[in-house]
T-cell receptor, first 112, second 118 residues
Framework: KQEVTQIPAALSVPEGENLVLNCSFT??????LQWFRQDPGKGLTSLLL?????REQTSGRLNASLDKSSGRSTLYIAASQPGDSATYLC???????????FGQGTELSVKP | AAGVIQSPRHLIKEKRETATLKCYPI?????VYWYQQGPGQDPQFLIS???????DKGSIPDRFSAQQFSDYHSELNMSSLELGDSALYFC?????????????????FGPGTRLTVL
């Protein structure tokens, strides 16, 4: 069964700290992987897309890495800010149809 | 920049009623996806369309149907509504043209339709 797991489920850090969110997937034959941010009761905002042939992507203070062989991806957030507080979701595509399989998310709280 | 538009944003229905959710993808995007997110749950894939043809199907109940029209907008029709259908329904779009398969490009999500079944 193709599953996506995110650890930890919740994380609280002081402002300014660098942090890493983890995502693991059971089947390494992924097509690509996408990280999203979701604010409470709101839609999903795409953060980064990593193709299966890539090892990392960067956007501003965010850096996502992909290790297909170990079935893992990490989202690194530098110099965290209170505005980064949200739930971060990892999602994997296994075929060209584009169906996203989501992890349960990591709820991040950045304290001022 | 234009985003994915969903309507209505909120919908309240009684059990056994029907509902129609609409999705307008980002201009030039030819692929539409529907997801259902229950309270405290991660989004679950329902169905997708590429160039007006169904491209993939997930755990969508037989009571639900969907289609993509010639202008690429999509509608999700839900009949015989049940209490368990109460959820946030998201539509996402991506660009699958220019030789790219539907899953290659970033999926951009709409704000969602919150459906409450009483």
């Amino acid at each position: 069964k193709q599953e996506v797991t995110q650890i930890p489920a919740a994380l609280s850090v002081p402002e300014g700290e660098n942090l890493v969110l983890n995502c693991s997937f059971t089947d390494s034959a992924i097509y690509n992987l996408q990280w999203f941010r979701q604010d409470p009761g709101k839609g999903l905002t795409s953060l980064l897309l990593i193709q299966s042939s890539q090892r990392e992507q960067t956007s501003g203070r965010l850096n996502a890495s992909l290790d297909k062989s170990s079935g893992r991806s990490t989202l690194y957030i530098a110099a965290s800010q209170p505005g980064d507080s949200a739930t971060y979701l990892c999602a994997v595509i296994y075929n060209q149809g584009g169906k996203l399989i989501f992890g349960q998310g990591t709820e991040l709280s950045v304290k001022p | 920049a234009a985003g994915v538009i969903q309507s209505p944003r909120h919908l309240i229905k009684e059990k056994r009623e029907t509902a129609t959710l609409k999705c307008y993808p980002i201009p030039r995007h030819d692929t539409v996806y529907w997801y259902q997110q229950g309270p405290g749950q991660d989004p679950q894939f329902l169905i997708s369309f590429y160039e007006k043809m169904q491209s993939d199907k997930g755990s969508i109940p037989d009571r639900f149907s969907a289609q993509q029209f010639s202008d690429y907008h999509s509608e999700l029709n839900m009949s015989s509504l049940e209490l368990g259908d109460s959820a946030l329904y998201f539509c996402a779009s991506s660009l699958g043209g220019l030789g790219l398969p539907p899953g290659a490009d970033t999926q951009y999500f709409g704000p969602g339709t919150r459906l409450t079944v009483l």
